[in-house]
């Protein structure tokens, strides 16, 4: 059984920083393509940012165009773990974020954690 399982969420002051974690089991983290999205209330689940695996030719993260310069993907294989450090923090940022994972040839993602709160309020 896949388990995506988010922390590092929490309340923090604009300008401030999280680093969201997910700790991943029951796959092959190495080789999936790893996401992290969030939704805020009233609002779609948006994509934040993902991170292709380590060997992929084409190896690359994407930011979606809100995050870019303030938030960081980053992956560990040997603990199996993603990574998401958020700078900057602004109110609009306030979500759940979700940690989610799929396989090359998957054309959605399949496996999704359960979230973690964040809230940037001051």
């Known amino acids: 059984e896949v388990q995506l399982v988010e922390s590092g969420g929490g309340l923090v002051h604009p300008g401030g920083s999280l680093r969201l974690s997910c700790a991943a089991s029951g796959l092959t983290f190495s080789s999936a393509f790893m996401g992290w999205f969030r939704q805020a209330p009233g609002k779609e689940r948006e994509l934040v940012a993902h991170?292709?695996?380590?060997?992929?030719?084409?190896?690359?993260?994407y930011y979606g165009d809100s995050v870019k310069g303030r938030f960081t993907i980053s992956r560990d294989n040997a603990k199996n773990t993603l990574y998401l450090q958020m700078n900057n923090l602004k109110p609009e940022d306030t979500a759940v974020y979700y940690c989610?994972?799929?396989?090359?040839?998957?054309?959605?993602?399949?496996?999704w954690g359960q979230g973690a709160q964040v809230t940037v309020s001051s």
């Open positions: 989610a994972a799929r396989y090359y040839g998957d054309t959605t993602y399949k496996y």
């Open positions: 991170i292709t695996y380590t060997g992929y030719p084409s190896f690359n993260t």
